[in-house]
């Protein structure tokens, strides 16, 4: 996820990592990751307390106020969490609408990864 | 490629949601769906959400996911029953191509794929749910799943940062970034295809952008380790 500052409310957090911070911790499927205070300091998150947490890199870009932090490693060191599948939200290119993977739920899905490339 | 069996299983009961990882964006994709009169969603991923978000490294890769939501096969090759790109290699005749495409398309050749195989496991679970064996517990799903370490994690954050300052119109500056990403996940497939075809589309051959190139790469692991096995 692309950030412009290392401080963010709690929504824009979980939609760009897929991690709700809630009373318990960070959290994800059904999973939980509990947090130090300091991770959200007047309602919004420290992104470098959760970061650290979480196992998640945060890497500098070219200019300032511009980071990326990437995937969690923590709790399993895998590219998977939990089983729970993610929420996934991007448009379709037939449409141009954005289009939500849990949408779908009561059908079995087979997301298929392709590229022209 | 996929339309076909979206139409065969979609009245037992599966959905088929392709995802296009194409950084270029519509304009590369659009075409492709448009062409398949695709009826299922045909979703545009330009930053490579898919293999932070699943695990994915390569393509084609399926994830099956049930009617709960929940993932009961995590990221791996996946074939509609056949291999359409693979099948027309079969029947050139290589020596009337230029050498560095033919050696190229000589490797492809050597690439394996069992898509008989991938379909039945699909059809199967669609039939039999929960019961097919080829649905995995969620502790299999998550150790199947690609691994991810501070360097895998680092990758897909420099992968990210590349693709921000190549869609702000600074492409030179994103090469470093993809170059580290490489260097961090050597097996991952997306980010070193879509970085190479930037440079040299299509053939993906040797640039001074990248130390890297497809032919030398396939080489390095052997063209049969270029997909996993299928596993049950």
Request: with cysteine; proline share 8%; net charge negative.
């Amino acid at each position: 996820m692309l950030l412009d500052s290392l401080h963010l409310d709690a929504a824009a957090f979980e939609a760009g990592t897929g991690w709700a911070i809630k009373p318990e911790g960070a959290c994800r499927g059904d999973v939980c990751v509990p947090l130090p205070v300091e991770a959200r300091a007047d309602g919004d998150v420290d992104v470098e307390v959760v970061a650290q947490r979480l196992g998640m890199p945060l890497v500098a870009g070219d200019g300032p106020d511009v980071w990326a932090v990437g995937p969690a490693t923590a709790p399993t060191g895998r590219a998977l969490t939990t089983a729970v599948a993610p929420e996934l939200e991007l448009p379709d290119l037939r449409t141009g609408d954005l289009f939500r993977l849990s949408s779908l739920h009561g059908q079995k899905v087979l997301l298929l990864a392709w590229a022209s490339w | 490629m996929w339309q076909e069996l979206r139409e065969e299983l979609h009245s037992r009961g599966l959905e088929i949601v392709t995802v296009a990882l194409d950084t270029e964006g519509a304009d590369a994709a659009k075409p492709f769906v448009d062409r398949a009169a695709a009826n299922h969603p045909s979703l545009l991923d330009e930053t490579h959400k898919v293999d932070e978000l699943f695990g994915v490294v390569n393509v084609p890769n399926g994830v099956w996911i049930d009617e709960q939501g929940v993932v009961v096969r995590p990221a791996e090759p996946a074939f509609p029953g056949r291999n359409p790109v693979l099948d027309s290699f079969e029947k050139l005749d290589l020596s009337t191509f230029p050498p560095d495409v033919a050696e190229m398309l000589a490797e492809a050749k050597k690439i394996k794929t069992d898509p008989p195989a991938y379909k039945a496991a699909l059809v199967d679970w669609v039939d039999n749910g929960a019961a097919s064996r080829y649905a995995l517990s969620p502790d299999q799903v998550i150790g199947r799943s690609q691994p991810r370490s501070s360097d895998e994690a680092r990758a897909a954050a420099h992968f990210e940062l590349g693709q921000h300052l190549h869609g702000s119109g600074d492409h030179a500056a994103a090469i470093p970034h993809w170059r580290e990403a490489h260097r961090l996940q050597p097996d991952n497939w997306t980010y070193k295809r879509q970085a190479w075809n930037f440079e040299d589309p299509v053939r993906q051959g040797r640039t001074p952008a990248y130390d890297s190139c497809w032919i030398d790469d396939v080489k390095g692991i052997g063209a049969e380790n270029y997909y996993p096995p299928f596993v049950p």
